[in-house]
């Protein structure tokens, strides 16, 4: 879930306005310090921001290991010790009066970092979506498309195993997970499912499909489908 209590330098409050912190802090979640890799516990994290030119990083951390500052960065760089968790399942899906549910799998990239950038703006905005939707993926809405991968890009390769799915996203990361029998059945029985990537949904957290329409419909899920290979 998203963090409820920040460290956060005067700096980094002088530099982002109130609406960018609120932003970035519904996008982060707490989990393991970016510096040691310990789980972060109790105590509020040190929110830190690697500033790389046209991107920043946020993070968090320990306020021991790394406190709370405005970094200059020449270039940023994945920490070595982020978390990712997903969820896959079957989302109801209507079919001209027909339940057609399809596999859903979706991920949260990243916990404990999320990435700003400008966007044609003087404001720094997280660009979790600017960056999927230059990947082919889109928000839950007359925009996706089911059953098709639509964009110029090479889709994400996805793998079942028996009851587990790997998704091989590039850079963007490699995630998996199983599932239950039906989950399987409709993923092969289309042959392939919606991916799904939000940096503001928290998978594990999440009770039930409705959680993924919720926040779906409210554009903080982008998706698109990906077939099996």
């Keep these: 879930m998203a963090v409820a209590e920040l460290y956060i330098?005067?700096?980094?409050?002088?530099?982002?306005?109130?609406?960018?912190?609120?932003?970035?802090?519904?996008?982060?979640?707490?989990?393991?310090?970016?510096?040691?890799?310990?789980?972060l516990g109790d105590k509020a994290p040190a929110l830190t921001v690697d500033d790389g030119g046209p991107f920043l990083s946020a993070m968090l951390h320990h306020q021991s290991c790394r406190p709370s500052g405005w970094y200059q960065l020449g270039s940023l760089v994945a920490g070595a010790h982020?978390?990712?968790?997903?969820?896959?399942?079957?989302?109801?899906?209507?079919?001209?009066?027909?339940?057609?549910?399809?596999?859903?799998?979706?991920?949260?990239?990243?916990?404990?970092?999320?990435?700003?950038?400008?966007?044609?703006?003087?404001?720094?905005?997280?660009?979790?979506?600017?960056?999927?939707?230059?990947?082919?993926?889109?928000?839950?809405?007359?925009?996706?498309?089911?059953d098709k991968w639509v964009a110029d890009q090479t889709p994400p390769r996805a793998r079942l195993t028996g009851s587990t799915i790997q998704i091989d996203a590039g850079l963007d990361g490699q995630w998996s997970s199983s599932a239950d029998l039906e989950t399987i059945k409709a993923c092969r029985t289309h042959n392939g499912l919606l991916l799904g990537v939000s940096t503001a949904f928290e998978p594990v957290a999440a009770t039930g499909p409705n959680d993924v329409l919720y926040y779906g419909t409210a554009g903080h899920i982008f998706l698109g489908w990906v077939p099996l290979t």
Aim: aromatic fraction near 8%; include cysteine.
């Design 9 to 39: 330098a005067d700096e980094i409050r002088s530099r982002l306005p109130e609406k960018a912190l609120a932003e970035v802090a519904a996008h982060l979640h707490k989990r393991d310090c970016q510096t040691c890799g310990k789980p």
């Design 82 to 146: 982020l978390s990712w968790t997903s969820r896959f399942f079957t989302l109801p899906m209507d079919d001209d009066g027909a339940l057609d549910p399809r596999a859903t799998f979706i991920v949260c990239p990243h916990l404990e970092a999320v990435h700003l950038d400008q966007d044609g703006g003087d404001g720094w905005t997280v660009n979790t979506g600017r960056h999927w939707r230059a990947r082919g993926f889109r928000p839950m809405g007359r925009e996706l498309v089911v």
